[in-house]
């Protein structure tokens, strides 16, 4: 007798779906000789709720290898950092990551850009960002990106030649958080302006407050605070699909 077992998956994440957090290689503060990176919240929170709803999640950076960690992130109180010091393989995810040069778009369904200052200098204008986004994106796929790590998005075009955060509101590292950090004569721009210069609506919350703003399959965060949600929202995301 053969018995035929129904599973309905309605309201489960897709886990086949692969994710990529993409770090940058950046690590001078401007000509400041202070160093910077990637934050690490906007890697490990991401990260961890990925990897709890079942995802397979790599790491990459602009030059791959070992991705620059901003070190003022440790001056934070959060509940992230002894697991990752303890977790041996995103600490090697980190140590090894994967060149952008390298990777193929079609093996990733969502592409998440971290933050930190490094990204202001490394992520705009870079040809395998915008290679590599504007694919998974016209394949139905996520693009998505914390604080500064929307620098990222300021440049990615469509086949249609069209900016890809035209006319779509985004969250993303504020001017007023810029100056709060002192930071607003270091960067090589204001990230705020540039968005809206691309043609973006750019909806911001309170300084360092959650902010995520879901505008389709183009997903972005304000500051680190909004780190979790943002990977929330694409689980919520993928699991419509």
Known sequence: MLFIILISTAGHANVDAKILIVLTSHSDLGNTGKKTGFWLPELTHPYYEFKDAGYSVDVASIEGGMAPLDAKAFQEADEYHQKFLNDAELMAKVIRSIPLSQVNPEDYKVILFAGGSGPMWDFPKNKDISRISSAIYERNGIVSAVCHGNAALIDIKLS??????????????????????????????????????????????????????????????????????????????????
């Open 160 to 241: 249609d030649g069209k900016y890809l955060i035209a006319d779509k509101r985004v969250s993303a590292f504020t001017n007023e958080e810029e100056q709060s950090l002192g930071t607003t004569e270091i960067v090589p721009f204001l990230l705020q302006d540039k968005l809206v210069e691309r043609g973006a609506i750019h909806v911001y919350g309170k300084a360092w407050e959650e902010n995520v703003v879901v505008e389709g399959r183009l997903i972005t965060g304000q500051n680190p605070a909004s780190a979790k949600k943002v990977a929330r929202s694409i689980i919520e995301a993928l699991r419509k699909q």
